[in-house]
């Protein structure tokens, strides 16, 4: 279709959108459209009525959340928005739609001890395991998103201060700070496990099997084939690693402001989410600073 085509055409190029985040834009839309054609109503005259139509179709024969709604009616918006800037059409039917309110999670992280299962399970004798190793590393020292992870060039690292150049969201840099675990991890892939695989004379620091730069869904497949290894009853993805960054940088007292500009977040709003703390931290507190969480055995 012309005008999906041309939409995604601009996520891509102009406005930098990774093609984990184009992907999810196309795929709302494109469920939209099947809406639209089952209703028989073309993409240019859609109205509050018809939107109101489809929102009762999501809630209550999709069964989709307030969360997925949320999402579909904000990529919808946008799309029409991006219509109305290009006089397609007159006004954008979704600029007045409200979105559902959002179901309050906590972020879902990993403990310290599954952290050391997770790094303990790599093969570091070979050169996708030195891969393996320093992906995860590099997810948990720095908090990147996946997509950053896999953009990060050779001449972005600076290992005299231990840094990274990040291109990230909206084409904007920042930089991240990486630790001594993973400047060994990082020495050992450059050293040994990345000069077998670069067979193309890339520029980019991770690598799949056959020397090509390493795609978001490469690393995810990686990052299940690894939990499987272990013990862990939990999923996995990159995004989990960049909650488990922010949790513990905030229940060790790291400063909110911080951490946002760490992740790279445009609003401290953002990063709130990390503002609770874990069950096993609020019992540290607790016992350390209750005068009578102990009893005086003296006093028995």
């Known amino acids: 279709m012309k005008y999906l085509e041309e939409y995604i055409r601009y996520l891509t190029f102009e406005k930098h959108y990774s093609d984990y985040t184009t992907l999810n834009y196309e795929n709302d839309l494109l469920e939209f459209i099947e809406y639209l054609k089952k209703e028989n109503i073309d993409l240019l005259e859609v109205d ?7 929102l009762n179709y999501l809630f209550n024969e999709k069964k989709d959340t307030n969360t997925t709604v949320s999402r579909k009616i904000s990529s919808l918006r946008g799309f029409y928005k991006y219509l109305s800037n290009n006089n397609y059409i007159l006004n954008n ?16 992280y990993f403990y310290s001890n599954e952290l050391e299962e997770l790094f303990n399970s790599c093969d570091i004798k070979t050169p996708l395991g030195q891969r393996d190793e320093l992906i995860l590393e590099m997810l948990y020292a720095t908090g990147v998103r996946v997509s950053e992870l896999v953009n990060i060039k050779l001449t972005d690292i600076q290992m005299h201060d231990l840094s990274i150049k990040i291109l990230g969201k909206g084409n904007k840099e920042r930089i991240v700070s990486f630790g001594e675990y993973a400047k060994d991890a990082l020495d050992l892939y450059l050293s040994n496990g990345r000069k077998k695989l670069n067979c193309k ?5 991770f690598l799949n099997h056959i020397g090509g730069r390493l ?29 488990t960054f922010a949790t513990h940088l905030i229940n060790e007292g790291c400063d909110l402001l911080a951490v946002s500009e760490l992740l790279g977040h445009e609003s401290i709003s953002a990063t709130q989410i990390y503002t609770h703390v874990t069950t096993d931290h609020l019992k540290e507190v607790y016992f ?6 102990y009893m005086d055995k003296k006093k028995k």
């Open 48 to 54: 509050y009525s018809l939107i109101r139509g489809y």
């Open 93 to 108: 039917p979704f600029r007045l739609v409200s979105l559902p309110k959002k179901s309050k999670h906590l972020p879902k």
């Open 201 to 205: 004379n890339s520029e980019y620091l």
């Open 215 to 243: 795609t978001t869904r490469g690393v995810r497949d990686i990052l299940d084939r690894m939990i499987k290894k272990t013990t862990i009853d939990k999923n996995i993805s990159p995004h989990m690693l960049r909650h």
């Open 288 to 293: 350390h600073a209750h005068p009578r969480a």
